[in-house]
């Protein structure tokens, strides 16, 4: 068996070190010298590529990848995933949140199981906000609603998956990436591993508010067209309670000849095209997905590779 441990990192050169330090510890313990860690830099505007860089000159397990600029977790994930060489791939967060020495545990689970995934369930998250935990909550439940797709609740990426897995994964063109949902969809037989999340062991969180809404849209749209939907049933409910306010008004002409209430117009006005334009946006969300995806861009550009190990099948125990 051979090891492809697969890292996103951007801007985390004060915890990569110790990142490297714990991770290598746990690889040499479940498969000796039979690993390799790529180190992919989503274009950090830190010393984090001079870091890795110096890290593959010192270990020979080290693969460096650098991305022509900063395109995102998701596809600097893609973009590690594409480059693996081994049979079994571990996809971790470079910040340590997800503890290194679960993957022994996590082998043996996937092992005793037979499993083609063992992917992280998070049982708690210390070192996060309050805002942070009760948002991702409320997300993954309405996530779960709404799409047929069976998304494991409380899942980030963190996961040990088998290389048809991943070459599944790398094969599967779409741009706005919602990982997690798309190794659910993949199928085959995928279990849960409980573990308790660590607090950031440095730096700050790459994913701000905006990046965290932006995510959470990719998902919900490339998953579930039900927010489409909602949009014809707020319409047929609109038309159908509009169409008695319609015949409520022209009884009222015919009884007293004129139609009284300039605010009761104004309502209506602002009511339907508020809502029009709300349906409008949301149909926008789903055409502008559709037109990124039409032009065919690649979904990535990797700038450079640095790899000094032997290939898997000649590497020595
Ligand atoms: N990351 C990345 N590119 C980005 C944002 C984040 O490669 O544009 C990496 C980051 O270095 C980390 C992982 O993705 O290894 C998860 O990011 P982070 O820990 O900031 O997210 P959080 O755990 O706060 O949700
Ligand atoms: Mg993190």
């Known amino acids: 068996m051979f090891l492809s441990i697969v890292v996103p990192c951007y801007n985390e050169e004060a915890g990569l070190r110790e990142f490297h330090y714990q991770m290598t510890a746990a690889a040499r313990a479940l498969c000796g010298q039979r690993f390799e860690l790529i180190l992919v830099d989503d274009g950090s505007t830190d010393d984090t590529w001079k870091l890795i860089n110096q890290l593959c000159a010192e270990d020979r397990s080290v693969v460096a990848v650098r991305l022509s600029r900063n395109h995102g977790h998701q596809l600097a994930l893609t973009a590690g995933l594409s480059t693996v060489r081994g049979d079994l791939v571990l996809v971790i967060d470079a910040d340590l949140q997800d503890p290194p020495d679960l993957l022994t545990p996590m082998y043996e689970m996937m092992a005793r199981e037979s499993a083609d995934v063992v992917y992280g369930l998070r049982r708690s998250r210390a070192g996060e906000t ?165 032009k065919n861009r690649p979904l990535f550009v990797i700038s450079h590779i640095h790899r000094r190990g032997r290939l898997p099948h000649h590497a020595a125990d």
């Open 130 to 294: 309050r805002f942070k935990k009760k948002s991702a909550e409320a997300f993954y439940r309405l996530l779960a609603r709404i799409t047929r797709v069976e998304i494991p609740v409380d899942t980030g990426d963190f996961r040990l998956m088998s290389r048809r897995i991943s070459d599944q994964l790398v094969r599967m063109p779409e741009h706005d990436r919602f990982i997690r949902g798309m190794v659910a969809w993949l199928g085959y037989k995928q279990v849960a591993y409980e573990y308790d999340r660590n607090p950031r062991y440095a730096g700050t969180t790459k994913y701000p508010l905006a990046k965290m809404i932006g995510f959470a849209a990719d998902a919900l749209i490339s998953f579930s067209m039900v927010p489409l939907r909602i949009a014809t049933y707020v319409g047929a409910l609109l038309t159908t309670g509009l169409t008695f306010v319609g015949i409520g008004a022209v009884i009222s002409w015919i009884l007293s000849g004129t139609v009284p209430g300039w605010t009761s117009l104004t309502l209506l006005v602002v009511m339907i095209s508020s809502v029009q334009l709300l349906v409008l946006g949301l149909i926008g969300e789903y055409i502008g997905r559709l037109y990124i995806q039409s």
